[in-house]
């Protein structure tokens, strides 16, 4: 058990929709990231928090957002949804940040738009 | 058994035998890196990681090799067992991930 926690765990929606995903670090660490991960396919970094501040952005499209709250928990939202944003999505968190500690995965979320 | 990584995303090995997963990395400043395992309907879990001050690293039945001069990394597995079949990723300081290799363990 890595000690991220990722809710929900399956979640099943339409094109246009929104949803949010939640994440809840391991305890004491103070960056969250989070990636994308298609059928087969390697993780696509779409960003990081450190502290409660954006620290780093990646492949993240315009139509999704996060946030990391003063709990340090994390919200990635997904609007205007399309069939191809169907994938996991994980949601990893490090001491530091990822320049020197490695990180600690959750098991994701399995999202489905259909 | 020995892969290219990006270039043979699959790797098929029989039980008791040592795996090599390579990796390549094209940042030269980068000065840390990790490898993670990632088994069927899981996350990326952590294996073992080496800064750029050394070349060579051990851990439990792994070892992790660096090769700044090509800017190569690989995995070592020794006596690889069915639970190690999973996709393994390398990881460089800035968050990104390779392809990834799949590891097939056969009994």
């Known amino acids: 058990d890595s000690g991220v926690t990722q809710t929900p765990k399956h979640l099943i929606t339409a094109t246009g929709q929104r949803v949010t995903l939640r994440c809840s670090p391991r305890?004491?660490?103070?960056?969250v990231y989070w990636y994308q991960q298609s059928l087969d396919q390697g993780l696509q970094f779409l960003i990081q928090?450190?502290?409660?501040?954006?620290?780093a952005k990646g492949n993240i499209l315009e139509r999704f957002s996060a946030q990391q709250f003063p709990d340090l928990h994390s919200e990635l939202n997904l609007s205007s949804l399309e069939l191809g944003d169907s994938a996991l999505y994980f949601c990893?968190?490090?001491?530091?940040?990822?320049?020197?500690?490695?990180?600690?995965f959750g098991n994701g979320t399995r999202l489905t738009v259909t | 058994g020995e892969s290219v990584g990006l270039h043979l995303p699959t790797l098929s090995v029989q039980e008791g035998d040592n795996s090599i997963i390579n990796c390549a990395y094209s940042?030269?400043?980068?000065?840390?890196f990790i490898w993670y395992k990632q088994e069927s309907g899981k996350g990326p879990q952590f294996i073992i990681d080496?800064?750029?001050?050394?070349d060579k690293r051990q851990g439990q039945r792994v070892t992790v090799l660096l090769n700044k001069t090509v800017k190569h990394l690989s995995l070592q597995i020794a006596a690889t067992q069915p639970g190690d079949s999973a996709v393994y990723f390398c990881?460089?300081?800035?968050?990104?991930f390779g392809a990834g290799t799949r590891l097939t363990v056969k009994p």
């Open positions: 990881a460089e300081n800035d968050m990104r």
């Open positions: 940042n030269s400043a980068s000065d840390y």
């Open positions: 990893a968190s490090s001491v530091r940040t990822a320049y020197n500690s490695p990180l600690h």
């Open positions: 080496i800064r750029s001050n050394m």
């Open positions: 305890s004491g660490d103070l960056s």
């Open positions: 928090y450190y502290n409660g501040e954006e620290r």
